[in-house]
């Protein structure tokens, strides 16, 4: 949505976020309305000094998460703007809880770009509190329309059903990447009609390499035996098994706070791994592993590998300086999906 503003088992451990997700919500709240008694101290003061948001001479954008931040300075190019990633000290987008001075950043800048789904629920407060009247605000999930697609419960998966929620893990389909980003360079066009050209010519040659890297998925995925993945973690790649036509198995959905796996969970997983004859056990980055080497221990051959996918909900800032790359990271993870689809790699 683009939006003008004027205005008790037997268990096996996982490190993960805190376990409810009310409880996450609350502490959003909290901290929402302790950051926003934070501003008003600030500009009762005066404007500060070192973090002032704007900056002379260019746009200022706002991104929550790294793809987001990745996709928007491909757009930008050269173009005069300053882009700031919310999210960079690792924490992912579930147990992310703004500080004032995330919110100041906000409420001053020119664009916001932001998922829009539950976890991204402190967004509708920290908008109405925007100074700048011809800010930009643009929800990713409602830009995706239709083609977003509902968190699931899927067979053999910790937890219970709830109401139902948009799946938020929309950066991990390349083809929505090429969507958004064309989306994106209409809305810095919007606003700045000066750089409309170069906004467009830069996303159009970035869209080329994502529909190319894309394309190579396809392939992959046509030349392989298997066409299954199970993970013992955490399930944040429904956009991409979809996109690919897999299907996928795992302990807990992508935005789950759960935090054990009971043993009829690694059980079923196991099984699922002997019935299918998976080469791999896949987990996400930052996990420690123990539940998909739970699961490999209690397969028939326990000679499965472990392999990782990485989600990109843990870029940092020190990851952006070192260079990440939405685009190289996608491309490693294509050789991760070559390795758990063919057992060779």
Not at 209 to 238: C, H, I
Request: aromatic content about 8%; proline content about 3%.
């Amino acid at each position: 949505m683009f939006i003008p503003f004027p205005a008790q088992k037997t268990t096996v451990a996982i490190d993960k976020p805190p376990a409810s997700l009310y409880a996450q919500s609350m502490r959003k709240t909290v901290c929402i309305l302790l950051a926003f008694s934070l501003l008003l101290g600030l500009c009762a003061c005066g404007e500060p000094k070192e973090d002032t948001p704007r900056q002379a001479g260019g746009l200022h954008i706002v991104t929550t998460i790294f793809p987001l931040y990745d996709w928007v300075k491909h757009v930008v190019g050269e173009e005069d703007a300053r882009i700031t990633m919310l999210l960079d000290t690792g924490v992912d987008l579930h147990s992310f809880q703004p500080t004032a001075r995330d919110i100041l950043q906000i409420t001053a800048c020119d664009v916001f770009l932001y998922v829009g789904g539950e976890s991204d629920s402190w967004v509708a407060d920290a908008l109405q509190e925007a100074q700048n009247e011809n800010m930009l605000a643009l929800n990713l999930l409602s830009e995706l329309g239709d083609a977003a697609k509902a968190e699931e419960l899927a067979e053999g998966m910790e937890g219970e059903p709830e109401d139902e929620a948009l799946d938020e893990h929309i950066w991990l389909s390349l083809k929505n990447a090429a969507c958004l980003v064309d989306r994106i360079a209409q809305a810095l066009s919007e606003l700045d009609p000066a750089g409309a050209s170069q906004y467009a010519a830069n996303a159009a040659a970035y869209v080329q390499k994502l529909n190319a890297l894309d394309a190579r998925y396809e392939q992959t995925v046509a030349q392989a035996s298997v066409r299954t993945l199970l993970f013992g973690d955490r399930f944040p790649f429904r956009y991409l098994t979809d996109d690919y036509g897999l299907a996928y198995y795992a302990a807990f959905s992508g935005c789950s706070a759960e935090t054990e796996a009971s043993f009829e969970t690694v059980a079923f997983l196991a099984g699922k791994v002997d019935e299918l004859r998976l080469p791999a056990v896949l987990m996400i980055e930052g996990g420690d592993g123990r539940i998909a080497q739970t699961i490999v221990n209690t397969t028939q051959t326990k000679d499965q590998t472990i392999l990782t996918l990485n989600s990109l909900q843990s870029v940092t800032a020190k990851d952006v300086q070192n260079g990440a790359d939405y685009l190289a990271i996608m491309e490693e993870n294509l050789s991760v999906l070559q390795a758990a689809l063919t057992g060779k790699g």
